[in-house]
């Protein structure tokens, strides 16, 4: 199983930017996606989650009404839309897979792809 997270980099405030995950080695319909975000001297915090039930997508409180987490399984990738980025958007961004049910506990999730860097700065 691997992931590979990319389509970071620096934005201005109320600026866009789309993350992407490439997947392999699974079948994405039966795994929990999530993305996480870190800043230095935290822990990873949970940003998005679809479901592997039912498909259905869980957003943290912080960016609800401004991303958009998608998938395509037949190309095994995930994005993230972020769109009136805010400084306190700034971290490294990391998809992550799961074989449980969606939750907001990093432990949970055994799968990783290296993290990319979201900067929003004027």
């Known amino acids: 199983v691997q992931l590979q997270a990319s389509g970071g980099g620096l934005v201005q405030p109320g600026g866009s930017l789309r993350l992407s995950c490439a997947t392999s080695?699974?079948?994405?319909?039966?795994?929990?996606i999530a993305w996480f975000r870190q800043v230095p001297g935290k822990g990873r915090e949970g940003v998005s989650c679809?479901?592997?039930?039912?498909?259905?997508?869980f957003y943290t409180d912080s960016v609800k009404g401004r991303f958009t987490a998608s998938t395509e399984n037949n190309e095994n990738m995930a994005y993230l839309q972020m769109n009136s980025l805010k400084p306190e958007d700034t971290a490294v961004y990391f998809c992550?897979?799961?074989?449980?049910?969606?939750?907001?506990?990093?432990?949970?999730?055994?799968?990783w792809g290296q993290g990319t860097l979201v900067t929003v700065s004027s």
């Open positions: 080695g699974f079948e994405m319909d039966r795994y929990a």
């Open positions: 992550a897979a799961a074989r449980g049910l969606c939750t907001w506990n990093p432990e949970d999730f055994r799968y």
């Open positions: 679809r479901s592997r039930r039912d498909g259905s997508t």
